[in-house]
Nanobody, 123 residues
Framework: VQLQACGGGLVQPGGSLRLSCAASGFTWDYFVIGWFRQAPGKEREGVSC????????LYSNSVRGRFTISRDKAKNTVSLQMNSLEPEDTAIYYC?????????????????WGQGTLVTVSS
């Protein structure tokens, strides 16, 4: 299983970025792809996740209303549209995948992880 995350970069506060995660190397009927982030000196936290089957989503309180997760079933790709970015959103963002039938932002459930993409929000 491989996950390839991209789309990070430097953006000013209030700006937007779109992250993408391409998943490959599996034939599961059901899976959940999540986005996590880790800021310097802080623990990794779950940001959002989406189920492959019905597109059910979950957001952390810190990003709800600003971030939108979506999926392209045909391409096994998940995107994270990040709007109204704040300096506190600065982190390395990782995508991960799980076969567990549970919509969760707890990283213990995720089995495979991508390499991460850096998002820096600064003026």
């Amino acid at each position: 299983v491989q996950l390839q995350a991209c789309g990070g970069g430097l953006v000013q506060p209030g700006g937007s970025l779109r992250l993408s995660c391409a998943a490959s190397g599996f034939t599961w009927d059901y899976f959940v792809i999540g986005w996590f982030r880790q800021a310097p000196g802080k623990e990794r936290e779950g940001v959002s996740c989406i189920a492959s089957s019905d597109g059910s989503t979950l957001y952390s309180n810190s990003v709800r209303g600003r971030f939108t997760i979506s999926r392209d079933k045909a391409k096994n790709t998940v995107s994270l549209q990040m709007n109204s970015l704040e300096p506190e959103d600065t982190a390395i963002y990782y995508c991960a995948i799980t076969r567990v039938r549970l919509i969760s932002l707890e990283d213990q459930y995720y089995d495979y992880w991508g390499q991460g993409t850096l998002v820096t929000v600064s003026s």
